[in-house]
């Protein structure tokens, strides 16, 4: 089992900056990706950022130029930095893990864009 952990939602004003970031414990080894995914309020779960084992990055495109996925490999962590934030990014973030063909997830942190 893996277990995930994120941190850093919150009430932002729009132009803002936020940081999130998730810890992954449990029987995570081998070759995985990590990611964030989030979903809005009466809309599906969505791919924000995601970061190969390698270090390849993809982004969804509203996001590209605003929002920069890292991770750690010793830590088993990974964090979303989020910029110029928009009322449309308003959304519960989730992290994820995909590891040997299964997914994991944690159980949200909401991010408020809001003046």
């Known amino acids: 089992q893996v277990q995930l952990v994120e941190s850093g939602g919150g009430l932002v004003q729009p132009g803002g900056t936020l940081r999130l970031s998730c810890a992954a414990s449990?029987?995570?080894?081998?070759?995985?990706?990590m990611g964030w995914y989030r979903q809005a309020p009466g809309k599906q779960r969505e791919l924000v950022a995601r970061?190969?084992?390698?270090?390849?990055?993809n982004y969804v495109d509203s996001v590209k130029g605003r929002f920069t996925i890292s991770r750690d490999n010793a830590k088993n962590t990974v964090s979303l930095q989020m910029g110029n934030l928009k009322p449309e990014d308003t959304a519960v973030y989730y992290c994820?893990?995909?590891?040997?063909?299964?997914?994991?997830w944690g159980k949200g942190t909401l991010v408020t864009v809001s003046s």
């Open positions: 970061v190969s084992s390698g270090g390849s990055t």
């Open positions: 994820n893990v995909h590891l040997y063909s299964l997914d994991y």
């Open positions: 449990g029987s995570i080894f081998g070759i995985y990706s």
